[in-house]
Structures are given as structure tokens and as C-alpha cells.
């Protein structure tokens, strides 16, 4: 693949805030709020985990320790994007994030407790469809 010049495009995410676009790819931190988003990200995951989330780490790909696993979800685009979302709007405003990939099933998972948390609905397009996050549920009912 390489020889041929075959690659994959990253994975990223979109939300527009203030009528401007931010896009963020995983593990970013050249964001301007890099700092505040970094910071509500621990903020969504400890209090999920109050509720009862547990990373998904069947999700990580690659072949590295268990800890370093729960380090590569939480740096996923989505996550990122939910994360600005929150610090950069008012309470009740709804957030809208696109992404070019499918969600995986732990990012959609922690997506929805921070819907609960927040008391936002959350609304991500991804590849396949619209997940409606609202009250600690999807639309999809966890199936997609």
C-alpha cells in the first residue's frame, strides 16, 4: 500500500460554534482551548464513571497495554469535540458534531452520559447515521 502511495485519511471531527468550524482528529492539541478541553474531557469521564461507564477498551486497535488503551479513547475526535462543545456554548444549547468515521461504541457510550450529565441533547452524524443523544439515550437504541 505504501509503494502505491495508498493511505488512509484520519479520523475527524467537526462542530461549529459561534457560526465557525473547529475540527479536531484524535489525540489533538493544537486547539486554542486545548487546555479547557482537555480539562472538561477528565470532567465528562469522571463523572460517567460516577454513573457507571467503564471504557470500552475492545475499541483500541492497536497492541499496548490496558492503561495506554483507556489514553487512546479518551483522545478521540468526537470526545474532543464534545468536550469544546461544552465549554464553549451556554447550558441548553444544543450540540451538533459530524464526523467522517463511524462512532465507536465507547466513545457512543460516554456520549451518552454526558448528554445525562449536562442536560444537553447532543446530536452526532457520523458515516452511517444521526445519533440523538438526549437524557443518557440514543436514538439508535445502541444499535448502529
Sequence with gaps: MK????????GWSCIAVNEKMHSFVAGDQTHDFSRAICSKLDEI??????LGYMPETEWV????????KEDALGNHS?????AFGLV??????????VKNLRVCGDCHSLIKY???????EIILRDIKRF???????CTCQDYW
Design 45 to 50: 469521564i469522571a463523572g460517567a464513571r460516577q
Design 114 to 120: 454526558a448528554s445525562k450529565m449536562s442536560q444537553r
Design 3 to 10: 509503494r502505491k502511495g495508498v493511505g488512509k485519511d484520519p
Design 88 to 97: 464553549s456554548t451556554d447550558p441548553g444549547v444544543t450540540i451538533r458534531i
Design 61 to 68: 486497535l492497536h497492541n499496548i497495554e490496558e492503561e495506554e
Design 78 to 82: 468526537e470526545k474532543l469535540a464534545l
Design 131 to 137: 445519533h440523538h443523544f438526549r437524557d443518557g439515550k
